[in-house]
């Protein structure tokens, strides 16, 4: 048995944050697939682990955790390389991973959602148009923030980073081309060069989609 199971799937930028944690930490861990596609976040199963109904969920021994951000703060405890110097960077992380759960991840990840994995008699241009421009806005908050900052909470890579980098490698699923962003580009780029990193689809199972699922 592993240290540390992670319940996730290969699309899931929220898993990945987590994942990616794990990954550059050298953790002793394994993925377990859930079957998102074919609603198993919805099975009564699935809600006893987690009554929110999401991905992803940690479990390490009797602990059981949901909320990437909390499951980050866990990792982050275990792996202090990543984790807080000080308590104003305690302080920075949190403040940039609340905003990541609300102004960037929460819009990319529902707009990529929208335009790629609904069907598409079932795709909506006015919550495409209004989730574009508020993914745009918090892109921008996000690059201008990162002119300034070679890291997102502090001098060295926090949690905080990987939270805001987790949809940011699912390139060409967006209206938004990520490398037209200079700042978010580069820092973005720094963290692929970090030993352990790999791309969601190949950290987490369940890419490509088997044809049949989401119909
Ligand atoms: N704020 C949560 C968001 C988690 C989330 O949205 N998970 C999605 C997959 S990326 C999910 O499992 N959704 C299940 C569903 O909608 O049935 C976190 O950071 O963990």
Redesign the pocket.
Known sequence: VTEYRLRCFAQ????YKPALALALAGADWEPVFVD?FNGE??TPEFRELNPM????VLEAGELRL????VILDYLSQRFPDFGPRSEEERREILRWTLWD?HKL?SYI?TLRFQMKFLPEERRQPEVIEFLTKRSDAALHVLDRHLFSNEWIAADHLTTADLSCVGYLYYDHEFPHDFATFPNIDRWRRAITGLPGWKHPYDLMPGHPIPPGALS
């Open positions: 899931s930028g929220n898993a998102y976040t919805h109904g999401e991905v992803p949901s909320q990437s951000g759960n991840t990840a």
